[in-house]
């Protein structure tokens, strides 16, 4: 069964102090590794989708990373505007359709 | 201008009515979904459909019924409703069925008296 750890599940930081948040993942054969983030009363919305091991893509203050195993939101200078829940999720080969399988997130908040 | 557009938002009710959530998505979009997130937060698909055929049933109590009309369309209709069923359902749409992004409306928080 597909599992998706994220850690730490709530993070305080700083204006300006760069940290990263942690999606550990089992998966029988990975075909997308997703982020997204959500704010309060809102739908997730859509930040990268990494396919393969090595791969970074990055969207201003984000960017983000995948290994064999896990993957990293790496958050350079947050912003107050940056607070929000961050959901990593994953799809595998095996499982029909296009199902997503989430972790359950990392609630950051930034402070001014 | 909306992508994805779930009605109503909130909804209250007694338990063991029946009601119904609507979705629709002006994406253009072959797929279509429904989750469940719960108190905790946490996200779990319920069910897809594509191109109108169902492709993801979860393991969901058969009170809960998916509608599709047509591609841009998914409803959902829950029978008989139980004080567990209290959560905020997520109706969501991707472009196939294949490793696209889904994008996902608002969500429509339910809560049963």
């Known amino acids: 069964e597909d599992q998706v750890t994220q850690s730490p599940e709530a993070l305080r930081l700083q204006e300006g102090e760069s940290s990263s948040l942690n999606c550990s993942y089992t998966v029988s054969g990975l075909r997308g590794l997703f982020w997204y983030r959500q704010d309060p009363g809102k739908g997730p919305e859509f930040l990268f989708t990494l396919y393969s091991a090595g791969e970074e893509k990055e969207k201003e203050r984000l960017k983000a990373t995948l290994t064999k195993k896990e993957s990293f939101l790496h958050i350079t200078a947050p912003k107050p505007e940056d607070s929000a829940t961050y959901l990593c999720?994953?799809?595998?080969?095996?499982?029909?359709?296009?199902?997503?399988?989430f972790g359950e997130g990392t609630q950051l908040t930034v402070n001014p | 201008d909306t992508a994805v557009s779930q009605t109503p938002k909130y909804l209250v009710t007694q338990m063991g009515n029946d009601k119904s959530i609507k979705c629709e998505q002006n994406?253009?979009?072959?797929?279509m979904y429904w989750y469940k997130q719960d108190s905790k937060k946490f996200l779990k698909i319920m069910f897809s459909?594509?191109?109108?055929?169902?492709?993801i049933n979860e393991t969901v109590p058969n009170r809960f019924s998916p509608k599709s009309p047509d591609k841009a369309h998914l409803n959902l209709h829950i029978n008989s409703l139980e004080l567990g069923d209290s959560a905020v359902y997520f109706c969501a749409s991707s472009q196939d069925y294949g490793n696209q992004p889904q994008h996902f409306g608002d969500g429509t928080r339910l809560s049963i008296l």
């Open positions: 994406l253009g979009h072959d797929t």
């Open positions: 999720a994953v799809q595998a080969y095996e499982t029909s359709g296009s199902r997503l399988t």
């Open positions: 459909y594509n191109n109108k055929e169902l492709i």
